[in-house]
C-alpha cells in the first residue's frame, strides 16, 4: 500500500512544482513589449500564496494516521476525505491493528478482490459497522491490488467502468 | 436533515403526462436506472403514492406491491388500498411467491367473511405460508435449497377510515402526522418488528423454547435465533419450520445438530389496527435496508419537506448517501459498485410512501378504479451491462 501513497503523494508534489514553477518561468528576465513592468514583491507575494494554497490542498488530501485501533468506530472519527473513486478499506496488519487503505472503487468490483470480500462477510458479516474490513493480511492484500492493477494494463483505470 | 431536498427536484422525469393519476410520473409501471427502479407519483384509492427500490443482491430479493380498488371478489365488498412489502433472504424465490399470492389469497378470504379484518389478513398471511410449504415439498427433492429460502412480510391495508398493520419480520412502517405544535411532522413507527437484536423478541423466543438454550446465540456481535437467522418470524425458512426440512440434502451450514418438534420461527403476524384521524399526512413502508441508514424522524421530516414527486427515491438515495458514508467512500463512487458486491454496502431496499387524503377516502365515487402496481416492475432482475 506504501506504494500507491508513495505514488499518489508525488503525482500531488509533481503536479504542484510544475503549476508554480510554470507560472513563473514565462516572464523572467524581460517584459514584453507594451506591457507595464510588474512589480517583483506582488509577483513574489503572489507566488507565496499559490504555494500555500498548494500545501494546504496536499494537507488536506492526507489520509490521516494511516490505521485505526481494533473497536475504533471509523464513522465516528472526523471525517477523512477520501478522493474522489477512492474508498477507505481496512487491513489487518502482523500486529493484529488494522491499516487504513485507499483504493480505487472500480476494484471492488474484481472477481479477485470479491474473493477477499467474501472471506470479510463470512468473517464479520454484512452489517458490521465502519468500513469495508479485509480479514487477510496486509501482504496479501497488495498482492491482490497489485494484480488486479496489472490485469488493467495501466494505472490510469479510474474511468473506467 | 433536510439536505437531501436542497437537491434539484427529481431528475429523469420528463415524461409527465398530467391527467390520469396512474400514468403521472413516466411509465405506469415504473422505471428502471441501473439498480434503482421507481414509480416517483401515482394514484391510489386515499390519495398518492411513491415507490422506489435499489438492488443490492445479485439477485433481488426485495419484493412489493400496491393494489389499489376491490379488497374482495364482490362488487360491494370492502375497497381501499393494499401495500404488501416482502423483504426476502436467502433467495427471491420466497418474497417473490408472496408478492403473486398474499393479495389474492387476502381477497379470498375477505369475499369468505364478507369484510376486512385483523383475522382475514392473518388468516392471509398462514395461507401463504401453508401454500410456501407445499411448495418447498414438491421441490425438496430436487432443489433442497429452497428450504433455506424465506421471506418477511409487511402489509397495509388502508379500508374504511382503518389502517391494518401486519408484519412478520423486521420492515417498517411509519406515519407521518402533522403536529402543529411543533409546526412539524411527527414519525410514529406502527410495525412491531420480530429481529432478535430487540430485547422483547430474545425473551419470547427464549420463553418459547426454556429448553435450548441455544434458542439465540449472539454472532458477528449480531443476535441470530439458532445463530442462523435475523428475525424470528417469516414467511418460508421452512428448514426452522419443520424437522423434516433440516436434514440432507439440505446444506450443512443449515442443518441443527438436534431436530426439533416444535416450529422455531413463526409465520404468523403481530396486527395493529389504526383508525385514521385528518392529521395523518403519510406512510411510509420500507424494508430494513432503509432504516439501517435512517431513522423514523429522518424519513419523515424528508418527506414532508420535499416534493411529494419521486419521494421515494429521495427517500432511497439519502439512505444510500449514509451507507456511502459509513463506508468511507463518495455516493457518486457507490454508484460504480455492481449487484452482489452491493450488499457489503447496503442491503435491497424499498421504500414506498403513500399519502393519505381522507376526504377522498371517504368519497364513494373513486369507487371506480383498480389499480396494481409491482415494485421492480415485475420484471426479473434488472441487470446492469
Known amino acids: 500500500m506504501k506504494k500507491i501513497r508513495g505514488f499518489l503523494l508525488k503525482h500531488r508534489v509533481n503536479t504542484l512544482f510544475r503549476c508554480v514553477l ?140 | 436533515m433536510v439536505k437531501p431536498c436542497w437537491k434539484p427536484s427529481v431528475e429523469g422525469d420528463g415524461s409527465r403526462r398530467g391527467g390520469d393519476g396512474s400514468r403521472r410520473g413516466g411509465d405506469p409501471s415504473g422505471r428502471s436506472e441501473g439498480l434503482m427502479w421507481y414509480k416517483d407519483i401515482g394514484s391510489h384509492a386515499s390519495g398518492e403514492f411513491s415507490m422506489a427500490v435499489i438492488q443490492a443482491n445479485n439477485l433481488l430479493e426485495d419484493q412489493s406491491q400496491l393494489e389499489s380498488g376491490q379488497l374482495s371478489s364482490l362488487k360491494s365488498g370492502p375497497y381501499g388500498t393494499f401495500i404488501g412489502l416482502y423483504d426476502g433472504h436467502g433467495g427471491p424465490e420466497t418474497s417473490r411467491f408472496v408478492n403473486e399470492n398474499m393479495f389474492l389469497n387476502l381477497k379470498k378470504l375477505a369475499s369468505e367473511h364478507q369484510e376486512m379484518s385483523a383475522n382475514v389478513i392473518k388468516k392471509a398471511f398462514l395461507a401463504t405460508e401453508e401454500e410456501f410449504l407445499s411448495l418447498v415439498k414438491e421441490q425438496w427433492l430436487t432443489k ?28 417498517r412502517v411509519v406515519l407521518g402526522r402533522a403536529d402543529r405544535a411543533a409546526r412539524g411532522v411527527t414519525a410514529i413507527q406502527l410495525s412491531t418488528e420480530h429481529n432478535a437484536s430487540i430485547d422483547s423478541v430474545r425473551d419470547e423466543l427464549r420463553s418459547l423454547h426454556p429448553h435450548d438454550p441455544q434458542i439465540v446465540v449472539l454472532k458477528h ?152 402496481i409491482r415494485g421492480g416492475g415485475g420484471i426479473p432482475t434488472p441487470t446492469k451491462s
Open chain 2, 144 to 171: 433442497p435449497q429452497i428450504a433455506s429460502v424465506g421471506s418477511c412480510c409487511l402489509v397495509g391495508v388502508i379500508c374504511g377510515g382503518l389502517l391494518y398493520v401486519a408484519n412478520a419480520g423486521d420492515s
Open chain 2, 221 to 372: 456481535k449480531v443476535w441470530r435465533v439458532k445463530g442462523l437467522i435475523q428475525v424470528s418470524r417469516s414467511i418460508g425458512d421452512a428448514y426452522l419450520k419443520k424437522s423434516e426440512f433440516n436434514r440432507e440434502p439440505l446444506l450443512a451450514k443449515f442443518r441443527l445438530p438436534e431436530p426439533f418438534s416444535k416450529p422455531i420461527l413463526s409465520p404468523e403476524p403481530s396486527i395493529f389496527i389504526h383508525k385514521l384521524n385528518p392529521k395523518d399526512q403519510f406512510l411510509i413502508f420500507a424494508s430494513d435496508g432503509l432504516w439501517e441508514h435512517l431513522s423514523n424522524q429522518e424519513a419523515v421530516d424528508i418527506v414532508h419537506s420535499c416534493p411529494k414527486n419521486g419521494i421515494a427515491r429521495r427517500l432511497v438515495k439519502a439512505a444510500l448517501r449514509v451507507a456511502a458514508k459509513k463506508r468511507e467512500m463518495r455516493y457518486s463512487d457507490l454508484k460504480k459498485i455492481d449487484r452482489g458486491v452491493r450488499r457489503h454496502f447496503h442491503d435491497d431496499i424499498t421504500v414506498i410512501v403513500v399519502f393519505l387524503n381522507l376526504p377522498l377516502m371517504n368519497r364513494s365515487s373513486s369507487r371506480s378504479s383498480t389499480f396494481s
Open chain 1, 22 to 161: 510554470r507560472r513563473n518561468r514565462t516572464p523572467r528576465g524581460y517584459h514584453r513589449l507594451g506591457s507595464p513592468p510588474t512589480c517583483t514583491i506582488s509577483k513574489l507575494i503572489s507566488w507565496v500564496q499559490r504555494l500555500k494554497s498548494k500545501a494546504r490542498a496536499i494537507c488536506c488530501q492526507k489520509p490521516g494516521p494511516g490505521y485505526l485501533h481494533l473497536g475504533q468506530d471509523p464513522v465516528q472519527e472526523k471525517a477523512l476525505p477520501v478522493p474522489k473513486g477512492h474508498m477507505a478499506v481496512y487491513v489487518r496488519q502482523e500486529d493484529g491493528d488494522f491499516q487504513r487503505v485507499l483504493v480505487p472503487v472500480i476494484y471492488i468490483n474484481h472477481p479477485l478482490f470479491g474473493k477477499l470480500l467474501r472471506e470479510a462477510e463470512e468473517e464479520y458479516g454484512y452489517d458490521h459497522p465502519g468500513g469495508i474490513t479485509i480479514p487477510c493480511r496486509i501482504s496479501e492484500f497488495e498482492s491482490v491490488q497489485t494484480r488486479i492493477a496489472a490485469g488493467r494494463g495501466c494505472r490510469k483505470t479510474l474511468t473506467w467502468k
